[in-house]
């Protein structure tokens, strides 16, 4: 047998494994998903001409007032925006400060990136206590300094009008370390010598970092926007732990939606619509992050 195709063989029987189980765990489910999309069926339910209904399930899923769907769209779009305008532009400036070697720079890394090991379960429960109108951390600071009166507590999870503005403060504060770290280890990565010959030319710290530092881990920063947009997308444990998507659906998201659809009302052809038009969704901005950068490249 010949030596490259022997190698060859070796190298797909290492990789049979991996692609196996990236197949069946990935790939498989999105075409099932998409299967179950265009049909009207329950969980006992299986693939039939009977239950084939075609695009029904998602004009049903736009059009349907009862679903909530634009809705919840529009609530996951909107967290994508406060994450890319809000999130990371804070976790940039972490970065660049932390970047520069000052004191404590370890202590800070751990303290800053430790939301993002506590379950999210946890952090939901946390800040249910913070968010209690009665003997909530908030709501006593607020009263402290005078902004609300005693006995006249606000209901931030309660309140449709203020409840996915409290809803959202979770998700960005707890993974905005995240994305420091991230971006921390392309500033770490900048060589030291251009930092150098940009301070013996004059430049001040501002400009090092507009001009040298945040171009050259601008690769880094993309990535940052992908996960940061997708993960808004795809959101759902901390909506699920402080709302559950109330008051009034208020705070909904799809992902929330698609579980109600699957397990609370029995439709999974509907959920499985939610799911693919999410894929359809995350794969779409990844593609337009990826172009938007490319031109300014």
């Known amino acids: 047998m010949n030596k490259k195709v022997k190698n060859g063989i070796n190298v797909f029987l290492f990789l049979l494994p991996a692609l196996a189980l990236f197949v ?14 265009f049909h009207d069926m329950g969980p006992l339910d299986t693939i039939s001409k009977d239950n084939f209904i075609g695009f029904k399930n998602y004009i049903e899923l736009f059009t349907s007032d009862s679903l909530n769907f634009p809705l919840a769209l529009k609530n996951s779009l ?17 970065a660049l400060l932390l970047g520069k070697g000052i004191k404590g720079e370890r202590g800070f890394l751990s303290v800053f990136f430790m939301p993002v090991l506590i379950s999210t379960i946890i952090i939901g429960q946390l800040w249910l206590k913070i968010y209690n109108p009665d ?16 006995g006249s507590p606000i209901i931030w999870l309660g309140d449709k009008k203020i409840a996915l503005s409290a809803a959202f403060v979770p998700i960005l504060w707890q993974y905005v370390g995240y994305h420091m770290l991230l971006m921390y280890a392309g500033v770490k990565g900048v060589s030291p010598d251009l930092r150098e010959a940009a301070m013996l030319d004059g430049a001040t710290d501002s400009q090092i970092n507009r001009y040298i530092v945040i171009p050259c881990i601008k690769p880094i920063i993309k990535v940052s926007v992908i996960f940061a947009i997708t993960g808004s997308l795809k959101s759902y444990d901390l909506i699920k732990v402080l709302t559950d998507g109330g008051p009034n659906h208020a705070t909904e998201v799809p992902s929330t939606l698609m579980i109600n659809f699957l397990f609370a009302r029995n439709r999974f052809g509907l959920g499985s619509t939610v799911a693919v038009m999410l894929i359809i969704l995350c794969f779409f901005f990844a593609i337009v992050v990826n172009r938007v950068f490319r031109r300014e490249d």
């Open 135 to 150: 003997y909530g951390l908030l709501t006593r600071a607020l009263e402290a300094i005078g902004v609300i009166k005693e």
């Open 24 to 37: 069946g765990v990935l790939i498989a489910p999105i075409f099932m998903s998409t299967a179950y999309s």
């Open 78 to 94: 909107l967290l994508a925006f406060f994450s890319v305008f809000i999130q990371l532009p804070l976790s940039l400036g972490l």
